[in-house]
């Protein structure tokens, strides 16, 4: 009896982790302050289990492939690597899917920048 009940357990589990990966699938929108006033950045998701794909649209530069994304229960994380001439930049962005928002954080020029972006 007891084996039967880890075994239902972790197939409960296991859903769990499934349902909160197609949750995260579509388009997401997070609106910012920037010096000419406000920005939209629009992240589209797609998850295959624990893997996380996509694109980022911070506006300047145009849309990036996520890289090295992941998806962990409600815990999310992957790259961002753009080019602005300078040569390349990467930026990680983590955070957690929670109430139908996806708050993420990543590091700008003067510390950590907070994004809650919302599905469209």
Known sequence: MKKYLVTLMALLA???LVLLAADI???WTAET???NGPQTQTLTLISKGGALTGKLDAGRGGPADIAD???EGPNVSFKVT???GRGPNT???KGML???ELM???QGRGGPVDLTFKKK
């Open 82 to 84: 753009r080019d602005f």
């Open 33 to 35: 302050q920037g010096k």
């Open 14 to 16: 296991l859903t769990g």
């Open 69 to 71: 994304g992941k998806i």
């Open 98 to 100: 929670k109430g139908g």
């Open 104 to 106: 993420l954080q990543t």
């Open 91 to 93: 930026q990680e962005y």
């Open 25 to 27: 699938d579509g388009t």
